[in-house]
């Protein structure tokens, strides 16, 4: 329940106080949100399992989004930016896919 | 994922299907494995197997993860709407210049007319009614005049889209503009057409309106065809003055064998239909400020 009112306390946070993005980070945003969803989505499924670990869910959502972005940006160096981002979210979308999957079977037994 | 090194000690010398096992492992265990390691630690070490969820540095992680989804929605949906913004400008610019140019030569034209009939009066004072028939006949044949008489109407359109080039728009594939492959009517078919009328006999010729003069270019500018550096909409309707074989000889000239093939080939829709009084816009025309007549 914490975890999810600090969510949403971020949200509301980010909405309202509107920061400015530089632009050369603008291109690993989308990315970057991607894999920290994965994340979550991650965290979520552990802790219906019973497994969940704050350290690993720390750590495993700082790396998603380190790795992503760095995956992005070196695709950018060598001209295929568009290219690893767009793997990047398939590999990530399907992992959201089958955690979401395992946490609905978990809800709803279904 | 050092979860796939101890499988892979085990697993059988060669997949089969060695390329896939990405995509596989991907799908069977998505959750990321060290959870489950770090819960085999903890149960082996007597802890409890799973951790709370009130520690403060996840709180924090949640709370940063909150406003950096916040923050990318919104600084990746302001830039799209500047765009658009932009784009609008832009496009109303455009119509504003163009109703710009459009009324300047209406007042062109109006004060060519005016021109006209007062060096009409103006010669007919000083008996000079010869001289302003040859001003007229010279306007009529260079275009500076508006004129009207029997001609042919021919209205050519792009194919209609599900047929040939269904889907496709051919001008985005490069090198296709001088052919009219796909169905869509480009600046050398009308050209072509043009040079056909001309060859059936033609006086003077309009397209959508825009009377050719020796002056003129039919060319294209990414998807339009411009006729006097005026974008023209299709279907493109080509008016010809001429005598009242120009329909037959147009249709033996090269333009009109042309044209044939390409509405047998292509499915450019094309109607050919003869006029009894045709009337032609005047030509907006600079008049020649370097060229001086040799004679």
């Known amino acids: ?110 | 994922m050092s979860g796939a090194t101890d499988q892979q000690a085990t697993r059988p010398p060669r997949d089969p299907a060695a390329s896939m096992s990405l995509i596989t492992e991907l799908m069977k265990n998505p959750v990321d494995p060290a959870y489950r390691q770090e819960a085999d630690r903890r149960k082996a070490a007597g802890d409890i197997v799973s951790t709370g969820r009130r520690s403060p540095i996840l709180i924090a992680v949640v709370i940063l993860l909150g406003f950096a989804l916040a923050t990318a929605v919104s600084a990746l949906r302001v830039p799209r709407t500047q765009l658009d913004r932009q784009r609008t400008t832009l496009i109303s610019r455009i119509h504003q210049e163009q109703g710009d140019i459009a009324a300047s030569s209406r007042r062109i034209t109006g004060l060519r007319g005016e021109i006209g009939t007062l060096q009409n009066k103006a010669l007919a004072r000083n008996n000079g009614a010869s001289t302003a028939a040859q001003l007229n006949a010279l306007g009529a044949s260079t275009g500076l005049v508006a004129v009207h008489g029997p001609g042919v109407v021919l209205s050519v359109d792009n194919a209609p889209t599900g047929s040939a080039g269904a889907g496709v728009d051919p001008r985005h594939q490069q090198g296709t503009d001088t052919t009219s492959a796909e169905g869509q009517v480009t600046s050398s078919d009308l050209q072509l057409v043009v040079d056909g009328m001309w060859q059936g006999g033609a006086e003077a010729i309009a397209i959508n309106g825009q009377r050719l003069t020796a002056q003129s270019a039919i060319r294209s500018a990414g998807e339009a065809i411009l006729v006097n550096f005026q974008p023209l909409q299709p279907p493109y309707v080509v008016s010809a003055i001429g005598p009242p074989s120009l329909r037959s000889a147009f249709g033996d000239s090269e333009g009109g064998i042309y044209l044939h093939g390409l509405a047998s080939g292509y499915g450019i829709r094309t109607n050919l239909s003869s006029d009894g009084s045709l009337k032609l816009p005047a030509a907006v025309v600079a008049d020649p400020r370097y060229a001086k007549a040799t004679r």
């Open chain 1, 1 to 110: 329940m914490i975890p999810a009112l600090g969510l949403i306390g971020g949200l509301l946070l980010g909405l309202f106080l509107h920061p400015d993005v530089p632009l050369w980070l603008q291109p690993y945003l989308p990315v970057a949100v991607i894999a920290a969803l994965d994340a979550v989505f991650g965290a979520v499924r552990s802790m219906l399992d019973g497994i969940f670990s704050d350290k690993v869910f720390v750590v495993s959502f700082l790396s998603n989004v380190v790795v992503a972005a760095l995956i992005v940006f070196m695709g950018d160096q060598l001209g295929v930016g568009s290219q690893l981002s767009t793997a990047v979210v398939v590999v990530l979308g399907l992992r959201i896919f089958s955690n979401v999957a395992a946490i609905r079977r978990h809800l709803f037994h279904a």
